[in-house]
């Protein structure tokens, strides 16, 4: 089960630096204005064989300086409440601060394992200046410098000493394991409700996590599965300011423990960017896809063309991605609930789909033979066989090249493109790797 480290702090102490230099990317906006941070906040860290998830929580505070401190506050609190870990970061030239004080009380409360970062420290004569954070209480200040990647290493060793230790869990492996994911008040809950009914007895709750429970063993009408993070969703929480953070701390979870994402979509509101975070999340786990647009016994206008005009709105937000199923359902009046189960189930069917090697030759072989790739520098590429790999989270196919380096992404896409059109792969995602022969 994946683990997630929060990085909280202040504004401008070095969060999406950090972040940048540990998840090895520049996917964070790094500039010197307070706030700037967003929508790039989430990323997968790989370190000595271990991987874990991390967050920046710098993105989600509006910048006004009294709405502001309570933001990072109640930001601090929902990290505290979801992640694993906080890496509480401090500014070594700044000092210790009255917000940093405020934020030290509240992770003083945690039980999660926090390390004391202090930043900015370039050289040995700084190093003596974060003996002031002392006062904080948390323990050694950590001092590293996230411009230049010093004592980085030796941060992500102790991050990875103190995380908590995996704990055995009784999941069937081989039962799918769906998630329901989506912004507040797009229904989730009310979903969850529909698929379980007031018949909790039929529905396990399976025990052995770190957060309350995270797999809900659903077994009736002939389905089987688990579905992921329900007792999160019947939590109700305090939270209302900072609903967008929150609702992607779920999400993050949620998504990494499951093999099929059911993403609600609001169908009084269309798609919106926070759907579109979501969506990322899901692609960027390689996860499979059912779009479910509830609410749809609110909409006026259930012609064919207006929901042939929202399918196409969906699928042009979510391109190159464009192969899954959309249902539109109501989770209050249970319209279409089974359908969105029966989907579901088919889309993770279609996520372990095994195509016979001969099968895959003689289908595209001839297709390859008739739309080759362009040739460069009148060099001719020639694809003479392809394979599926085995037992791997995703189909995933090889073609086998004599160039493979000057085969361009479309030609990839266009092959991938043509699997789809054999085969029923809907809502899964596929890799399509081309290698030397």
Same mark, same amino acid.
């Given at each position: ?51 874990? =998830?991390? #967050?920046?929580?710098? *993105?989600?505070?509006?910048?006004? /300086?009294? +709405?502001? %401190?309570?933001?990072?506050? @109640? !930001? ?68 590293? =410098?996230? #411009?230049?990647?010093? *004592?980085?290493?030796?941060?992500? /060793?102790? +991050?990875? %000493?103190?995380?908590?230790? @995996? !704990? ?70 305090? #939270? ?16 990494e423990n499951s093999d099929v994402c059911i993403l609600m979509i609001d169908a009084t509101r269309g ?146 493109n043509q699997i789809r059109a054999h085969w029923t792969l809907t809502g899964t995602p596929i890799n ?6």
């Amino acid at each position: 089960m994946g683990k997630l480290v929060a990085i909280v702090g202040r504004p401008n102490v070095g969060k999406s630096t950090l972040f940048n230099r540990l998840t090895k990317t520049r996917h964070a906006i790094v500039s010197d204005v307070a706030g700037t941070t967003r929508d790039r906040q989430y990323g997968k860290v790989e370190w000595n064989g271990t991987d874990f =998830s991390i #967050v920046d929580t710098g *993105g989600w505070v509006v910048n006004s /300086d009294d +709405i502001f %401190e309570n933001a990072i506050r @109640e !930001q601090v609190k929902i990290a505290t409440e979801e992640a694993d870990m906080v890496l509480f970061l401090v500014d070594v030239q700044t000092g210790v601060t009255d917000l940093d004080t405020d934020v030290a009380q509240i992770l003083r409360r945690t039980k999660l394992p926090v390390i004391l970062v202090c930043n900015k420290t370039d050289n040995n004569e700084q190093q003596y200046y974060a003996a002031d954070f002392y006062s904080l209480g948390l323990g050694d200040p950590f001092c590293i =410098s996230a #411009v230049t990647g010093s *004592g980085t290493g030796d941060l992500l /060793d102790m +991050i990875l %000493e103190k995380l908590p230790k @995996e !704990q055995a869990e009784t999941v069937e492996e081989d039962l799918p394991r769906f998630a329901v994911v989506g912004r507040p008040n797009a229904g989730k809950s009310s979903l969850i409700n529909a698929f379980i009914g007031e018949d909790r007895n039929i529905v396990t709750d399976i025990a052995g996590t770190t957060r309350d429970s995270i797999y809900t063993r659903y077994n009736k009408f002939g389905f089987d599965f688990y579905l992921v993070d329900t007792a999160g969703i019947r939590r109700k929480n305090k #939270v209302s300011e900072d609903l967008e953070f929150y609702s992607v701390m779920r999400s993050i979870r949620a998504i990494e423990n499951s093999d099929v994402c059911i993403l609600m979509i609001d169908a009084t509101r269309g798609i919106e960017a926070q759907d579109m975070n979501i969506f990322q999340l899901i692609q960027r786990n390689d996860k499979s896809l059912v779009v479910v647009v509830n609410k749809w016994d609110l909409v006026e206008d259930k012609s064919q063309a207006s929901i042939k005009t929202f399918e196409n709105a969906i699928r042009e937000r979510m391109a190159p991605f464009t192969d899954f199923p959309i249902i539109y359902a109501s989770a209050t009046t249970k319209q279409r609930i089974f359908k969105v189960l029966e989907t579901a189930k088919q889309v993770y069917l279609n996520r372990k789909a095994k195509i016979g090697t001969s099968k895959l030759n003689e289908v595209m072989l001839p297709i390859i033979e008739a739309t080759p790739p362009q040739s460069v520098k009148g060099k001719y590429i020639k694809i003479k066989y392809c394979t599926q790999i085995p037992d791997t989270q995703i189909p995933t196919f090889v073609f086998y090249a004599n160039l493979p380096q000057y085969i361009k992404e479309q030609y990839r896409r266009f092959l991938e493109n043509q699997i789809r059109a054999h085969w029923t792969l809907t809502g899964t995602p596929i890799n399509v790797f081309i290698r030397q022969k």
